[in-house]
C-alpha cells in the first residue's frame, strides 16, 4: 500500500512538472535571504548573464552557418550552463594542476539542455525573476525545411524552471532585436526584421507574463530603437515619401502604445539613413540635394526637438557603422572597416586599422575590448595605450562577455600536459569544439564549459 501511494505521488509530481517546469540547479537569494530580481533588464555583452554569486553561460559555441550543421548535435553541446562565480574552483584527483586551466571544473552545472544557446545570434538578458536568451529557430517552414536565419526567444527562471518561448522573429545579416523599456514602464523586445530589402519593426511585451507579437510598421528603410537612456521610448526609422523627387520622410513609434508619428516629411530630394541611437542622440546621414553631399550628422531627438536638418556633422563619410557610446563619446566603424573614437566637441582618434582587429567585444569603462581568432585587446580611450589580455588562442572572435572581474569568451581547448605516471597510451581524438572559457584582466585562463570528455 505504501508503494503505491508513493507510486501515485510520484505521479501526480510528475504530470505537475509537465505543466510548471522542473527546476534542474538550485534556487540563487541574495545577502539577506531573498530570491534575486532584477527590476531593470541587465546585460553582460550577450553570451552571459551575472545573478548574484554566479555566472550563466552557453556551455560552448556552434553556429548553425557551419558546414554539416545539425542542431539536436549542437545543442547537446551548446547548452545553457551555469557555475558560481568563484576565483579557486576544485578539480578531480587526478588532475595534474598545470591543466586546470583548461580542466572543466567540478562546480559547472547544465541549466537547460536540448536548446542551442552559443551561436552568431545568441543574446542574453537577466530580467525579474528569469533569464531572456535568444536560440535559433526550429519549427519548419511550410516546405518542412529549417529556417536557421530566424531568432526565437525564450526565457527560463534562474534555477532552470519555467521554460517558455516567446517569440520568433526573421532576423538575417541585418536584423536588429533588442529588450528596452517602454513608455508604459514595461520591457518589450523590439525587432526590425527583413522583409525583402526593406524592414519591418516589431515588438513583444515582457515581465511577470508575456504578451503577443504586434506588427508598429512595415516597409521601413533604417531604424534605431530607444535605449535605456532615451527619452522618449519609441524606434525611430525612415520610410520612402510619395514625392516627386527620391525623398525620405523620418517617423517613430511607440512601441507600447503603436502611436505613430512623422518626425520629418523630409525636403524634396533628400536622403536620410539612421546610423545609430544613444540616449536622445540620433546619428545619420544625409544627403543634401542643393549639393548631393552625402556625410553623417547627430541630432538630439526628444520632446522639444524632432529636426533631422543637416546641422551637427559628425563624420565626414557617407556612412559608418556599429556606432556605440564608450567613455567620453562614441566608437564606430568606417566603411573600410577602421575603428575610430571620436567625441561631439571634435576629438577624433583612430584605434585600430581595419587589419589590427576583427571584431570589438565590449567597452567596459575608459577600455574597448577587440578580438581576432587569436587574441583580445584592449585598448584605454583616456591616453589610447594598447594591452593584449589573452593571446595564443584559438578563438571565435567578437563572442562573449564581460563581468567587472572577467572576461568571457569561446575557445578551443589549450595543450594539456601528460601524466608521467599514466601507464595508458590511448591516443585521444582531437576536440575541435569551442568551449566557454574566462579570464581575469591579466589573461590568467580558466575553462568553464564542459567538455566533450568531462
Not at 519593426?201 to 503577443?212: E, T
Not at 574597448?368 to 588562442?393: G, H, Q
Request: aromatic fraction near 12%; hydrophobic fraction near 35%.
Amino acid at each position: 500500500m505504501k508503494k503505491k501511494l508513493l507510486s501515485i505521488v510520484a505521479l501526480i509530481f510528475c504530470v505537475a512538472m509537465i505543466f510548471t517546469g522542473c527546476a534542474t540547479v538550485g534556487a540563487i537569494k541574495d545577502k539577506e535571504g531573498n530570491p534575486i530580481y532584477f527590476d531593470d533588464a541587465k546585460s553582460f555583452g550577450g553570451h552571459i548573464a551575472e545573478v548574484g554569486d554566479y555566472v550563466y553561460y552557453a556551455n560552448s559555441y556552434v553556429a548553425t552557418t557551419d558546414e554539416g550543421f545539425v542542431y539536436d548535435e549542437a545543442s547537446n553541446i551548446a547548452y545553457l550552463s551555469r557555475i558560481e562565480n568563484k576565483n579557486v574552483y576544485t578539480f578531480d584527483e587526478d588532475v595534474l594542476p598545470e591543466n586546470y586551466p583548461n580542466t572543466t571544473p567540478n562546480e559547472a552545472e547544465k541549466v537547460k539542455g536540448g536548446k542551442l544557446v552559443g551561436y552568431e545570434n545568441q543574446q542574453m538578458y537577466a530580467l525579474g525573476s528569469y533569464l531572456y536568451f535568444t536560440s535559433a529557430n526550429v519549427h519548419k517552414t511550410s516546405d518542412m525545411e529549417n529556417d536557421y536565419t530566424q531568432v526565437s526567444i525564450f526565457r527560463i527562471k534562474f534555477d532552470g524552471s519555467s521554460f517558455q518561448e516567446i517569440a520568433t522573429f526573421a532576423h538575417g545579416d541585418k536584423g536588429q532585436i533588442e529588450l528596452t523599456k517602454g513608455s508604459d514602464g514595461q520591457y518589450y523586445f523590439v525587432a526590425v526584421v527583413p522583409n525583402g530589402e526593406k524592414f519591418d519593426i516589431k515588438s513583444v511585451k515582457v515581465g511577470d507574463s508575456f504578451g503577443k507579437v504586434k506588427t508598429l510598421a512595415e516597409e521601413v528603410n533604417t531604424a534605431v530603437i530607444a535605449d535605456e537612456n532615451s527619452s522618449i521610448k519609441n524606434v525611430i526609422y525612415t520610410v520612402d515619401t510619395e514625392k516627386d523627387m527620391t525623398t525620405i520622410a523620418v517617423k517613430a513609434v511607440d512601441f507600447a502604445t503603436g502611436d505613430d508619428e512623422t518626425l520629418d516629411e523630409g525636403v524634396a530630394g533628400s536622403e536620410t539613413k539612421l546610423m545609430g541611437r544613444v540616449g536622445d542622440y540620433v546619428f545619420y546621414s544625409y544627403k543634401n540635394p542643393a549639393d548631393n553631399v552625402n556625410q553623417v550628422y547627430w541630432q538630439t531627438i526628444n520632446a522639444q526637438n524632432n529636426n533631422f536638418s543637416p546641422v551637427n556633422r559628425f563624420y565626414n563619410a557617407t556612412t559608418i557603422k556599429n556606432l556605440q557610446p564608450a567613455y567620453q563619446g562614441y566608437i564606430f566603424q568606417t566603411e573600410g572597416g577602421a575603428l575610430v573614437y571620436k567625441t561631439l566637441d571634435g576629438v577624433e582618434e583612430r584605434l585600430f586599422a581595419e587589419d589590427e582587429y576583427t571584431d570589438v567585444m565590449f567597452v567596459d569603462g575608459q577600455f574597448v575590448y577587440t578580438s581576432t581568432d587569436t587574441a583580445i585587446t584592449r585598448v584605454s580611450l583616456e591616453d589610447y595605450a594598447k594591452e593584449k589580455i589573452v593571446k595564443d588562442v584559438k578563438m571565435i572572435s567578437g563572442m562573449g562577455g564581460i563581468t567587472e572581474d572577467y572576461i568571457y569568451f569561446y575557445a578551443q581547448l589549450g595543450e594539456l600536459t601528460a601524466d608521467e605516471n599514466d601507464e595508458e597510451e590511448e591516443e585521444a581524438e582531437a576536440d575541435e569544439n569551442y568551449y566557454m572559457y574566462r579570464a581575469d584582466k591579466n589573461g590568467n585562463l580558466q575553462i568553464i564549459g564542459k567538455t566533450a570528455k568531462k
